[in-house]
């Protein structure tokens, strides 16, 4: 019984083991070029509620409540004819240096504060990808 009971325990112990070191061998390349870790993705997501949807609405449909009023509107950004149209580079340097950066209206806010944060770029360019086809 009482062997038993140790034998249990050791069990656990390993599996904890072989979880921490699974653990760790997954979060070691998210931190790689060109990944974005799971913090910089929910800053990103964050982002996207609080800023871009303001503009570009909550679905990337160009619905939202600040968008009405623009000129020239944001287009639908969950159109797979404009997704391919673009490159994630395109994406990167509209958020970072708004329309102007990429010769579109200045109406299309710059994110200096981003610059410093390639990552949350990057995060929020994933952001606008899953937006395609929805
Ligand atoms: C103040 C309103 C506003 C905010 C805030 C805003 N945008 Fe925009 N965005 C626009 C407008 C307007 C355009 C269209 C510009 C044009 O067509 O000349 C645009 C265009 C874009 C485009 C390019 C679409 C194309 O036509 O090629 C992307 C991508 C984009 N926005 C992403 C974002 C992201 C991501 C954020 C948040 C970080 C954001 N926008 C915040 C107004 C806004």
């Not at 949807?53 to 639908?76: M, S, V, Y």
Request: some cysteine.
């Amino acid at each position: 019984m009482r062997m038993r009971t140790v034998r249990v325990l050791s069990g656990r112990v390993v599996a904890g083991l072989v979880t921490a070191a699974f653990g760790l061998s997954i979060s070691l390349p998210s931190l790689a070029a060109g990944q974005v870790s799971e913090a910089a993705m929910k800053e990103a997501k964050e982002i996207w509620q609080t800023r871009c949807a303001t503009c570009h609405g909550t679905g990337g449909k160009g619905d939202g409540p600040a968008g009405a009023a623009l000129n020239p509107k944001p287009r639908d950004l969950t159109s797979e004819e404009w997704q391919k149209s673009v490159t994630d580079d395109y994406i990167e340097k509209i958020i970072v240096g708004g329309g102007q950066a990429v010769g579109k209206s200045p109406l299309m806010a710059a994110n200096p504060d981003l610059a410093g944060k390639p990552e949350v770029v990057r995060g929020l360019t994933r952001v606008v990808r899953d937006l395609k086809g929805k």
